[in-house]
């Protein structure tokens, strides 16, 4: 069995926080680029759009306690988050190009429910691979330092993830433009590059901590103490604090982080005449 006490390698510890650019380049390009996306590029009407990403933020809500609660009740042999990690990446990859792939060859309704479909599959793939890793972190040590250092690591990489996913997209946007003579290419390039890094970033995390993660009850046999997902969220639905922080949360936090991303680009573009990828990018950049 792992000592999960005894001192994490660095080499882990930075494998593990590589994880933190793939989350942030899939973050960003949902947040910051699609809706953008879908009504320059997809060509729907902003109020549909915002429904296409509506939908996909809800469903996000029922994919994450879900994937905890799997995860939890894991009795792998591989351990209970990283089959998780490894499960997902490539589903979450192949998503996240079609997500900027614009389907030409379908309109009106049976568009709105590809874009649906695809919105709610890149979530459910999103989620399947972050709630193991996120979890995964704390789990790697009981040790304080030991796990500051491990969360420090991570959210460095979680801010170059960031700043990378902002800046460089409008110029992978123009490159695949140019070489495949349309901006829906383009998009889809873009995309398409981002996916191959989001992959690579948990990759890495998945191999470094290989043999890293605690098996407890697993080795041995021993049974675990069983956990109740409808109960656990009623008892916490009965804390008032609670009901208070997740109302907080969901109009405060959830508006300035997914409302002002979205807009970002219609306000660099269409209202301070930005064209240019270089410029584009700095305003992102100083966003990020």
């Known amino acids: 069995m792992v000592k999960t006490t005894e001192k994490v390698p660095m080499g882990t510890i930075v494998g593990y926080g590589a994880g933190a650019l793939g989350f942030a380049a899939a973050a960003n390009l949902f947040f910051v680029f699609?809706?953008?996306?879908?009504?320059?590029?997809?060509?729907f009407d902003p109020a549909i759009s915002g429904l296409i990403i509506l939908v996909a933020v809800l469903w996000d809500g029922v994919t994450d306690p879900l994937v905890g609660y799997l995860s939890d009740n894991s009795r792998s042999r591989y351990g209970k988050r990283r089959p998780f990690i490894l499960m997902g990446a490539i589903p979450l990859c192949v998503f996240t190009i079609l997500m900027f792939t614009d389907v030409s060859f379908l309109s009106g309704t049976a568009k709105l429910i590809y874009f649906i479909g695809i919105n709610m599959l890149f979530w459910t793939f999103f989620t399947t691979v972050d709630i193991p890793w996120a979890t995964l972190g704390a789990e790697l040590t009981d040790g304080y330092n030991e796990r500051t250092k491990i969360r420090t690591v991570s959210s460095v990489f979680l801010q170059a993830g960031a700043l990378l996913t902002m800046v460089s997209p409008p110029f992978l946007i123009a490159w695949g433009s140019e070489m495949y003579g349309s901006?829906?290419?383009?998009w889809t390039y873009m995309a398409a590059i981002c996916a191959m890094g989001i992959l690579a970033a948990y990759l890495i995390s998945w191999n470094s901590t290989r043999g890293r993660e605690p098996l407890e009850g697993l080795e041995t046999g021993m049974p675990e103490k069983s956990f109740k997902l409808v109960s656990q969220i009623n008892v916490a639905l009965k804390n008032r604090s609670m009901k208070y922080l997740l109302l907080a949360a969901t109009l405060l936090v959830g508006s300035f982080s997914?409302?002002?991303p979205s807009v970002l680009l219609f306000l660099i573009k269409y209202n301070l005449g930005i064209e240019d990828e270089a410029e584009m990018s700095l305003y992102l950049a100083i966003y990020a």
Do not use: N, R, S
């Open 183 to 186: 901006e829906a290419a383009g």
């Open 34 to 43: 699609f809706l953008f996306f879908l009504t320059t590029v997809a060509g």
């Open 258 to 260: 997914g409302i002002l």
